[in-house]
Nanobody, 115 residues
Framework: QVQLVESGGGLVQAGGSLRLSCAAS????????MGWYRQVPGKQRDVVAT???????NYGDSVKGRFTISRGNAKNTVYLQMNSLKPEDTAVYYC?????????WGQGTQVSVSS
């Protein structure tokens, strides 16, 4: 059974930084695309950043220039470096990984940014 586990969320002041990590277990097959979404209560889940198997990246407009997505040396890990955080970045952040046409999600990690 494939599982994705996020870590690194927490409370930070505006202007600060956090680094989220996500590791997939239960498979020896490399995930293809991986990435991060975020969601606030009552709203849809929005894309934050994605990274493909060939490590090309894409970012949501609201985080361009502030967030950086990367993949770890371990084949099924992905990171999100978040700098210059704003209160509007407050959300639950979910990582995902795609493998053979199936998308797997983590359980989410809370990021809260105080003004």
């Amino acid at each position: 059974q494939v599982q994705l586990v996020e870590s690194g969320g927490g409370l930070v002041q505006a202007g600060g930084s956090l680094r989220l990590s996500c590791a997939a277990s239960g498979t020896i097959v490399r995930m293809n695309d991986m990435g991060w979404y975020r969601q606030v209560p009552g709203k849809q889940r929005d894309v934050v950043a994605t990274i493909s198997g060939d490590v090309s990246t894409n970012y949501g407009d609201s985080v361009k220039g502030r967030f950086t997505i990367s993949r770890g040396n371990a084949k099924n890990t992905v990171y999100l470096q978040m700098n210059s955080l704003k209160p509007e970045d407050t959300a639950v952040y979910y990582c995902y990984g795609d493998r053979f046409g199936t998308r797997y999600w983590g359980q989410g990690t809370q990021v809260s940014v105080s003004s």
